[in-house]
């Protein structure tokens, strides 16, 4: 409640892409928002614990082995978008192989916990798992979605319809890629996406093309989270979507396996 306030009191409002507590920490600094909130809630704050963060990124997509003996399945859901008509085949699934439990993760995938090996196999073959694979490409195996314009008044563009149909076709053509690749598309400046925390980040925006005005983004590389995080850069702008596959798949093929592996040595 007392970082609600200080937002609600003290956060940007000189522009709705910049309403963001992001943006308040990104212009204050942490120590002063962290002694704002302090003095909101009338106490000190404990210090954070210890960084419980591994040096490897884990998705928990595919087949892994509980402690208790049984097996999670976690599946990509493309672009975090889901039909109700799947949603209802999940929580089927979940009850006729597992405990009836299904969790969401932070990369807008789904995975169905507590399967005993007898139920295992069959749980593979069932006909979800070919729309929502545990054995994804790695293309789509790293891809987020912000909302984008459907459900977001702030949005430049609207990524859903965009991005998925083309990362399904780059995904073919590179379907012998192993190396993993996050790829991470944000409708606005706001960045829901998170495109500056991935290997190839899209930020929507709208630039004038013959007199036209239409969709495009700016194109973010380097950018990752973890124990030592770093945003990643803007290399390119207004970058119009019709140009986009072309540059795309340039950047798959080559910029995260050489130039984003050499900056992360730096």
């Known amino acids: ?25 990104d212009d204050w600094g942490v120590a002063r928002v962290r002694a704002a909130v302090e003095e909101a809630c009338g106490r000190s704050l404990e210090p954070a614990g210890e960084d419980a963060r591994g040096p490897n990124r884990t998705d928990h997509i595919g087949i892994y082995r509980q402690k ?3 097996s999670f399945v976690g599946v990509v859901v493309p672009g975090g978008r889901v039909t109700a008509v799947q949603l209802a085949e999940v929580a089927r699934l979940a009850e006729t192989y597992g405990s009836g439990e299904v969790r969401f993760t932070t990369e807008q995938n789904l995975i169905i916990p507590n399967i005993s090996d007898p139920g295992l196999r069959e749980l593979t073959q069932e006909p979800l798992l070919k729309e929502l694979p545990y054995n994804p490409p790695e293309i789509l195996r790293g891809f987020v979605v912000c909302t984008g314009i459907d459900f977001c008044d702030l949005a430049l563009i609207d990524t ?8 399904r076709a780059l995904a073919a053509r590179l379907a012998d890629r192993k190396e993993p690749l996050r790829m991470h598309w944000s409708g606005c400046p706001a960045g829901c ?14 630039v004038r093309v013959n007199n036209k005005v ?3 983004v700016d194109v973010w590389v380097g950018g990752r989270s973890g124990p030592e995080p770093r945003p990643g850069q803007r290399i390119m702008e207004n970058v119009p979507l019709s140009d986009l596959p072309e540059v795309l798949e340039y950047l ?6 050489q130039r984003v592996a050499r900056a992360r040595t730096q």
């Not at 500056?196 to 709208?206: N, R």
């Not at 798959?252 to 396996?257: E, L, T, Y």
């Open 1 to 25: 409640a007392a970082i609600v306030r200080v937002f609600r009191d003290q956060g940007p409002r000189e522009a709705r892409n910049r309403s963001r507590f992001a943006f308040l920490v």
């Open 214 to 216: 239409v969709e495009a």
């Open 193 to 206: 996406g998170n495109h500056q925390l991935a290997d190839i980040g899209f930020e929507g925006t709208k």
């Open 252 to 257: 798959a093929r080559f910029f995260p396996k």
């Open 68 to 70: 208790d003996g049984r």
């Open 160 to 167: 859903k319809a965009r991005a998925l149909p083309m990362t």
